[in-house]
């Protein structure tokens, strides 16, 4: 009779924590890298949180020189040039 799905796992899961329990060095790499990933995780979406308040910020500094450069043409067209003799 063929074990089923549910014996093969738990007999991979009892090999896997009698492995790990004679090698420590082995399940301290493996929590470093867990802990690694969680890692790049977090500062992955505070990366990603900070690139869109410099979005917010590059699109408001854009908005306000759009404003001023208007501002400017407005002034400079109301300028009469005098003519020259």
Sequence with gaps: MNPGVTEEA?????SL????GSQ??????????FLLLAFV??????NNRAWQVANAQRSENA???AEY??????LLAKCVVPEQK
């Design 17 to 20: 924590i009698s492995v790990l």
């Design 10 to 14: 738990g007999l991979t899961a009892r």
């Design 24 to 33: 420590p060095l082995a399940l301290a790499m493996i929590v470093s890298n």
């Design 41 to 46: 995780w977090y500062s992955d979406i505070e």
């Design 69 to 74: 450069a208007q501002q400017t043409n407005t």
């Design 63 to 65: 908005r306000m020189f």
